[in-house]
């Protein structure tokens, strides 16, 4: 009998034969999920912080392009790269691309800390130091699916990536909460929290994950690589400058760089599907686009996406700019309240997400997803319906059901996806369903605040003239006001700011006004009731848009299917280095249709 102590190699806790290694590989995702989510949404809220921190008024003229970078900028950098980094991992390792997101973020994170700077300065750091973050994040988000699709046998998939999704999705809505909370103790608390999360998860992630599955044969292609990220980033950032004013126009549409932006960006984009049909090894396999579920299934989430992101700006608008300031509270606590009362959000969110997705490995994802996005889109309408200064219960109902929707849809469709594809594709079907999700945030930034600014270009100059000469401000000085882009007014709203005293102040108007009138104009009231019904206008416009992307996607989610296993093909697979050809997970499929079959 043999006496040789058995290597830790083999019996190890992390070794990937071992049978608990999928709740290894399961933690360590989920924790790098949601650091990469919390920190997509965390400096949202915390904006108002932020630029006191660092000194910097970002409603002066010149100062805008910090507000929409520091917005924009992660969210930007990670919907361009999650596809190439997937890419990466399928053909290099997606643990070790992983394990590298998580040490690139946890060095950026430390960076964030240690602004030395202030003003333009300070702005440009954080925002340098962000994009790098987002770098990190973008190899964490673009692998960590694929890595569970790997560790977890198909009929326990749904469960593992519904948790994996939940957190991700659910790290949007935590961001909000964390910062509103960090950014009344500190503004460097806001990027301090996600230090110790980084450095545990690197040292966990190198010491405890392992490649499961072969390395897919052939090299990185850089032609795709590049007109990518050349072409989503021109299409996004114009998308986004759109919001700004030009000229006499109160956004910024017919601007020449705006439109170069779009319209170079999509053809650019055009030209990427030219190069991928092309190369030999492409960045991504457009043959993947024949599969029902996986196009579907992206359609929906990049909907889905939008209307979420759109919710989370138009709530933050609504707490911090209005129904705040008129309970009470004061412009410098607004974020900190905020993010408790987003709580019922988040609350509805993590109930539904791991259940559904639970289930969806028995049921199939078309009920849940389907029913998800018909619950959001219900939700939407009923926001409408409440006054806004509303009671909160209310608002607390309806928040949660919301969440409890996105939940619904979340998991169940993100397993569908992956389940669709080839196994040694899925780091790039990962990276491509990351873009889609992480474009529809961006996207929601350029869409719904436009829709708002053209909500509130119809009834705010009304409301502003009105308003200001009620308290002594001469007509010709309302009507100079008045006549402003109404951008302004909505992001003073999005930070919680009263932009009135910096709106009269070029003026001189504010000095000649009685000591009530004074009070009055730059108090927590006068602005939030100024712009409430302005707001509401916008707000309809915003939701009802909301809506109807949340009913297509409904619809997509219908025709995506039910329950889905993916099964090799000649015309999707694509070669690897040394594994064989994969036998179907589920032997008993039949007459397998689009490479995919619905049971």
Do not use: C
Request: net charge positive; hydrophobic share 50%; charged share 10%.
């Amino acid at each position: 009998m043999s006496t040789t102590k058995p290597s830790r190699e083999r019996t190890g806790m992390f070794h990937r034969d071992h049978p608990n290694y999928k709740w290894i590989a399961l933690s360590n995702t989920t924790l790098g999920m949601l650091m990469a989510t919390i920190n997509g949404s965390i400096v949202l809220i915390s904006l108002p912080a932020i630029f006191t921190g660092i000194k910097l008024n970002p409603l002066e003229p010149g100062n805008v392009s910090y507000l929409l970078w520091m917005l924009m900028g992660y969210i930007l950098v990670t919907a361009v790269l999650v596809v190439s980094f997937g890419r990466l991992g399928d053909i290099y390792g997606r643990v070790r691309i992983y394990n590298l997101g998580f040490a690139v973020f946890t060095v950026a994170a430390i960076a964030l800390v240690f602004d030395p700077f202030t003003a333009g300065s300070g702005a440009l750091w954080l925002i340098g130091w962000r994009v790098v973050q987002a770098v990190g994040g973008s190899m964490l988000f673009a692998n960590s699916t694929a890595i569970l699709t790997d560790a977890f046998p198909p009929n326990r998939r749904g469960f593992a990536i519904g948790i994996n999704q939940i957190a991700a999705i659910a790290g949007t809505f935590l961001g909000l909460i964390i910062g509103g909370i960090l950014s009344s103790i500190d503004w460097h608390a806001i990027f301090i929290v996600s230090v110790p999360f980084g450095i545990l998860g690197t040292i966990w992630s190198y010491k405890s994950l392992h490649e499961t599955s072969a390395r897919g044969a052939g090299k990185v292609d850089w032609p795709g690589n590049i007109v990518f990220a050349i072409g989503l980033t021109a299409l996004l950032a114009g998308i986004t400058y759109g919001i700004q004013p030009y000229g006499g126009s109160s956004t910024g549409w017919a601007n020449p760089w705006v439109l170069a932006g779009i319209i170079g960006g999509i053809a650019m984009l055009v030209v990427f599907v030219f190069i991928e049909q092309r190369v030999e090894y492409p960045m991504f396999n457009l043959k993947l686009f024949r599969i029902r579920a996986f196009v579907f299934g992206n359609l929906a989430g990049l909907l889905g996406s939008i209307g979420r992101g759109g919710l989370q700006f138009m709530l933050i608008i609504w707490l911090q700019g209005i129904w705040l300031p008129l309970h009470g509270y004061s412009y410098e606590s607004t974020p900190f309240w905020a993010g408790i009362y987003l709580l019922p959000l988040t609350v509805g969110f993590l109930v539904s997400g791991p259940i559904s997705g639970t289930l969806s490995d028995r049921f199939g994802a078309r009920a849940f997803a389907t029913g998800g996005l018909l619950l959001v889109a219900v939700t939407f309408i009923a926001l409408l319906f409440i006054p806004v200064n509303f009671a909160y219960w209310v608002f607390a109902v309806l928040t949660f059901l919301n969440g409890v929707g996105s939940g619904m849809f979340a998991a169940p469709n993100r397993t569908a996806i992956m389940n669709s594809v080839p196994a040694n594709q899925r780091g790039a079907a990962s990276g491509m369903t990351g873009t889609f999700q992480n474009a529809g945030n961006s996207l929601s930034i350029g869409i719904f605040f436009s829709l708002m600014i053209a909500g509130l270009a119809t009834t705010l100059p009304s409301a502003l003239r009105t308003g200001l000469t009620s308290h002594g401000v001469t007509t010709a000085v309302a009507n100079q006001v008045a006549a402003t882009p109404p951008v302004g007014s909505l992001f003073a709203a999005f930070l919680g700011y009263n932009p009135i005293a910096s709106i009269l102040g070029p003026t001189g108007t504010l000095t000649t006004l009685s000591a009530s009138d004074q009070a009055a104009l730059t108090g927590k009231t006068f602005f939030p009731q100024l712009i409430s019904e302005p707001f509401h206008a916008g707000l309809v416009i915003v939701f009802v848009a909301a809506a109807i992307m949340s009913v297509i996607g409904a619809i997509a989610s219908v025709v995506m299917g039910g329950k889905f296993v993916h099964v090799d093909t000649s015309s999707l697979a694509v070669p690897t280095a040394s594994e064989p050809k994969p036998t179907p997970a589920v032997p008993a499929i039949e007459e397998p249709s689009d490479a995919l079959s619905d049971v």
